[in-house]
């Protein structure tokens, strides 16, 4: 059954929001869950984090970055055209329960995927502090949308065109300082949340090991291709074992994710995916 696109919009240079006319999944979405998405019936399959759902309007809306041929294709479609699959909700929902304050960073396409989880934070009455950043200002999105949602928001960039000059660890660390100097006087910062590049989670993880007591937990968006448990492909190590992405996770707890595991694996099809992109180009 195909899928009509009721919105699309451009974000952020390259990145597009899509919204999916699929009441069925719009219905079961929570917060944390995916999508797998095939734009026409013989095309590779695509792992995409849901970044809203509308249960009473039946749409579901995802940020889709064009980078390889699946994600350029995808994103060439305009509304009223279909795509052919869209299956979900897939995944665990993120466990989602009053913390007390929780930090919830997006960085690059990772922004996206944060933003459902504000709603769902706050609803079980979390306060909750926002951060997105990217390389420069043409790659931020949805500041407007995560202002009006947030308790306290901020933004960074790599080089310094809007907001912060530096990354978004840096706002992490100065938030979870400036409590333990006793100049916070919120609610005990309990988590972080990272979704963005392994990189980034891999980074922010190692910084939190100087806050043994606040809780990080990355979203892993690993090589999928069945996206229910089936084909092995989106394998990761967790706490020593292996543990599928796409049932097991997304989201995992930062501490006890093997990053370099999942950073090789995403490099192991790079020469196809070039190869394959390129051709589409031409
Ligand atoms: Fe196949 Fe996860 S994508 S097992």
């Known amino acids: ?148 949602e947030s308790d306290e928001f901020y933004v960074t960039t790599d080089d310094g065109s809007k907001g912060h000059h530096g990354f978004v660890t840096d706002i992490v660390k100065q938030l979870l300082d400036k409590e333990r100097a006793g100049e916070y006087d919120g609610p005990k910062i309990g988590r972080v949340v990272v979704i963005g590049p392994p990189i980034l989670m891999k980074v922010a993880t190692n910084m939190m090991a100087a806050y043994p007591d606040v809780e990080i937990i990355v979203s892993i968006n690993s090589m999928m291709v069945d996206g229910t448990g089936m084909c092995g492909g989106c394998r990761v190590i967790v706490g020593g074992v292996p543990k599928f992405a796409c049932v097991d996770g997304p989201e995992f707890d930062g501490r006890l994710v093997d990053f370099d595991t999942v950073m090789n694996r995403l490099m192991i099809y790079k020469k196809e995916e070039m190869d394959a992109s390129k051709k589409y180009d031409e």
């Open 1 to 148: 059954m195909p899928f009509k696109i009721l919105e699309k919009e451009e974000l952020a240079t390259g990145v597009f929001k899509m919204v999916i006319e699929a009441s069925d999944v719009a219905k079961a979405a929570r917060a944390g869950q995916f999508v797998m998405v095939r734009t026409f019936a013989d095309s590779e399959r695509i792992p995409l984090t849901i970044a809203d759902y509308d249960a009473k309007a039946g749409t579901v809306t995802m940020a889709v970055q064009a980078l390889g041929k699946g994600t350029k294709e995808l994103t060439k479609l305009i509304p009223d055209d279909s795509i052919a699959d869209f299956v979900g909700p897939l995944g665990t929902p993120a466990d989602v329960k009053k913390i007390g304050t929780v930090i919830l960073v997006g960085g690059g396409v990772g922004i996206a995927p944060v933003y459902p989880q504000i709603r769902a934070y706050k609803e079980a009455g979390n306060r909750v502090i926002s951060i997105i950043g990217a390389r420069n200002e043409g790659l931020l999105m949805m500041e407007k949308e995560f202002a009006a």
